[in-house]
């Protein structure tokens, strides 16, 4: 069974950062694209950055310069580097990831529990 952990989360003050990781485990040949999606209370979960196997990334646009996402495809990890952090990033980020096991059954997309990032004074 593959899972994603994530970790990372916590309180922040506005101007402050947070380096969030995802570890997915389990039956896993390989991991093609990996990323991570926000939802704040009352919203719509949104893609806040992908990064595919080969290393390119997509990012939202009002986060790009801001938010860094990086993988180490050794460990199966994705992170993500959130500086000059607002109140208005406020919200469970989650990540996700399209998943090829070894078994067939098993393959697809895969999304972690979700950590809580809360950006306050």
């Known amino acids: 069974q593959v899972q994603l952990v994530e970790s990372g989360g916590g309180l922040v003050q506005p101007g402050g950062s947070l380096r969030l990781s995802c570890a997915a485990s389990?039956?896993?040949?390989?991991?093609?694209?990996m990323g991570w999606y926000r939802q704040a209370p009352g919203k719509q979960r949104e893609l806040v950055a992908a990064i595919t196997d080969g290393g390119t990334t997509t990012y939202a646009d009002s986060l790009k310069g801001r938010f860094t996402i990086s993988r180490d495809n050794a460990k199966n990890t994705v992170y993500l580097q959130m500086n000059s952090l607002k109140p208005e990033d406020t919200a469970v980020y989650y990540c996700?990831?399209?998943?090829?096991?070894?078994?067939?059954?098993?393959?697809?997309?895969?999304w972690g529990q979700g950590t809580q990032v809360t950006v306050s004074s």
């Open positions: 996700r990831a399209d998943v090829a096991s070894w078994s067939t059954s098993e393959s697809g997309d895969y």
């Open positions: 389990g039956n896993i040949f390989a991991i093609n694209a």
